[in-house]
């Protein structure tokens, strides 16, 4: 874990909006994470979850810590609660510099496995909800006089793994084209858009995700044994990679793909990440 630095932190004073800031379980999921080290670095974190329980946990461990956060229960799916997560945000903080893109569902299965009202599901979260909070969100990011987003995507999105997931694949896929989309019309205005790419990460997401059908200490064994570096990912590396893209440090780097993932692209013999 990062030590705390807030006033020398690497987003010392900027307005983070973090969505999907909770967590389905205990322990650091992505996006719980990466409010922490918002907050930690300096940044001023507003964690919006549809689960209002799982924002406020992120907000009382924010503020645990001596850091500046607020909660806003918003189900993003929604344009409505998507604009007003904006309004929020800037009734909160007075405006906005980050914005940070975390959430996201899935859905095991190749095509003929998958049902229409599935892959809709799917696609209304992940890709969807990204839309509606990314068109709230830029006019008050170049406003406010430029600003960074990072979405978060996965590996699956750029090659095949184990298992289909062709919902959670297509859909986080036209999220990277999103993502470059947004980081082509705004380019000369001032904000930036990036995404991260994680690999094999053991969150609490995955264990929620197994648990129910495969003993979880297998599972994560078999995860890390695919990882050329041999062992998962946590959410703390995807946290940083996202702080990276969102600070200052990348004011140079718009539509690009991160990955996260200890080696496991270059092991899949992929060269678009
Ligand atoms: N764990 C991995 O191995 C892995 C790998 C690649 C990518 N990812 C990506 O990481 C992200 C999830 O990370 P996490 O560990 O924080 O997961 P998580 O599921 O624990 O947390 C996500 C939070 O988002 C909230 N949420 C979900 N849908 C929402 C909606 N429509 N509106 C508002 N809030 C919503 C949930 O309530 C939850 O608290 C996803 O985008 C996923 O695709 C994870």
């Not at 289909?164 to 947004?182: C, D, H, M, W």
């Not at 044994?225 to 946290?239: E, F, S």
Request: with cysteine; proline share 3%.
């Amino acid at each position: 874990m990062t030590a705390v630095l807030r006033g020398a932190g690497r987003v010392a004073g900027k307005r983070v909006a973090v969505i999907g800031a909770g967590s389905v379980g205990p322990g650091w999921g992505n996006g719980k994470a990466a409010a922490v080290l918002y907050a930690r670095e300096g940044g001023q974190v507003l964690a919006v979850d549809r689960d209002g329980k799982a924002a406020d946990e992120t907000v009382e461990l924010i503020r645990s810590e001596g850091g500046s956060a607020c909660g806003f229960a918003g189900e993003m799916t929604d344009p409505e609660a998507a604009r007003s997560t904006i309004e929020a945000m800037i009734g909160a903080f007075g405006g906005l510099d980050i914005l940070h893109f975390n959430v996201g569902i899935s859905t095991r299965g190749g095509i003929e496995a998958t049902s229409y009202e599935d892959w809709r599901k799917v696609f209304s979260v992940n890709l969807d909800a990204a839309f509606h909070i990314t068109k709230a969100a830029l006019p008050v990011l170049e406003r406010d006089g430029g600003g960074a987003i990072v979405f978060i995507t996965t590996l699956a999105a750029h090659l095949n793994g184990p298992y289909p997931y062709v919902g959670y694949e297509t859909s986080k896929a036209a999220l990277s084209r999103l993502s470059r989309s947004i980081a082509i019309e705004y380019a000369a205005r001032g904000v930036r858009s990036n995404t991260v790419v994680p690999g094999m990460i053991d969150t609490p997401h995955v264990h929620a995700h197994v648990a129910t059908s495969t003993d979880a200490g297998a599972v994560a064994s078999a995860r890390a044994a695919q990882v050329p570096m041999k062992r998962q990912g946590t959410g703390w590396d995807v946290a940083e990679a996202a702080l990276f893209l969102a600070s200052d440090a990348a004011g140079f780097i718009t539509g690009a793909d991160l990955p996260v993932d200890g080696g496991m692209s270059i092991l899949m013999g992929n060269a678009s990440v």
